[in-house]
């Protein structure tokens, strides 16, 4: 990787561009949909012209090619893994005042709260118990007296919580920008992914929604993840808030920072969220979002970025509930939340927190509930976090990813930390839904992966645990 500091510039994003490419796909042929779509079946994904392209799609028979062109390439690169997470609220205070979110300063609706190091291993322990492998922590924009440190030393106590039924083997992260010296140290406490959503790309709409605090500089924000890829952070996730702004803009504002971070560090972002706004105590923004995304059109989103960007991840959380969920997984989703609480000590303490939490979740089912209705739908529930250890990471996972080898790793361990699973947390219906699953796997995965796959699921078979290649 170029580790070489870029001028910190945002004049990647250029609306005169995202307009002009617009207006044009406006005028796109079926003919010229139809040939979009068979370049993106060579999984080599497509320019902002072509995702404008695909954007436009009004004609219903149109839009069932583009799923199923969609459901193609998830199918070539994901096969049918599911990745799941949960997130980890470590405090709710906040500097800032973005009006989408309970968070916000002035909300004097919320109640706040900022986890201890012994609570946030409380916490831990708690999604450990579940059969969590993998953490999303997440923070307002202020922290206790000790600063940034207090971010450190919560890694620290994630990383090295145990109670003797498990570990969260990855920790990602979700905190305000930081400058190349912290992100240097996040770097050094073993993150994962460093993820952070723009929320828009529109300066305009940003500097309404924002009017308060460091997150009022669109420029800071738009250029974090340069610095977190020179400080040698390598996995990044982007994402847009959506709701606040016309959705097509967004994806090709999204797309115009893909190319800048390939440009500039010869990879793009490891990852996309795609959050919708939902309610939040004290918001009244977020009760009427001013550019609502309907069901439909978010499909449209997903199946777009699994063809624009095939080999980014895509993940999907809890604010959708379970129908919306499951209609996204087969037209791209790779990675999804599970049990989420999104209040700071939602896990241990289980009671009422709304008045804690930074908006209304859409799924409320267990990670056991989730897992059961996954195996039963076809798809595996992994808990890998193989690449990562092993340092297949950045352009490394690319390299792995583009020639189609990576498989040759996530199947199997995504079979492997399944069972692991369900030998360890599942409830006795969901493990035998799971091991249905496993044992129908294991028999169609053909040639050296199938061999892999059944070498590692014996050795979980004997009880050992964390089994990857
Ligand atoms: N405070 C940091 C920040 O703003 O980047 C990091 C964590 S913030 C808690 C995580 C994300 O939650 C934000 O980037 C925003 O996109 C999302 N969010 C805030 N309010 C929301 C709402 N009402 N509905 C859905 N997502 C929301
Ligand atoms: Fe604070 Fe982040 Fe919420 Fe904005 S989105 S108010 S920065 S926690």
Redesign the pocket.
Known sequence: MNITAPKPSSNFINETAIRSTLDTARRSSPARVREVLSKARQLEGLDAGEVAVLMEIQDAALMEEMFAAARFVKDEIYGNRLVLFAPLYIS?L?K???SY?A???ANTELQRRTLTQAEIAKEVEVLINQGHKRVLLVA??SYPHEGFDYILKALNTIYSTKNGRGEIRRVNVNI?PLTVEQFRQLKDAHIGTYQLFQETYHRETYAKVHTL?A?KNFDWRVNVMDRAMTAGIDDVGIGVLFGLYDWKFEMLAMQQHIHHLEEQFGVGPHTISVPRIEPAVGSSLAERPPHVVSDADFKKIVAILRLAVPYTGIIMSTRENADTRRATFQLGVSQISAGSRCNPGGYAECGDGHNAE?FQLGDHRSLDEVVRDLASLGYTPSFCTACYRLGRTGADFMDLAKPGLIKEHCSPNALSSCLEYLMGYAAAETRQVGEKLVNRELQTMPGAIGKTANELVARVRQNEKDVFV
């Open positions: 709710n906040c800032n005042e973005c979110c968070f916000r300063a307002g924009e305000a605090g997150k930074q």
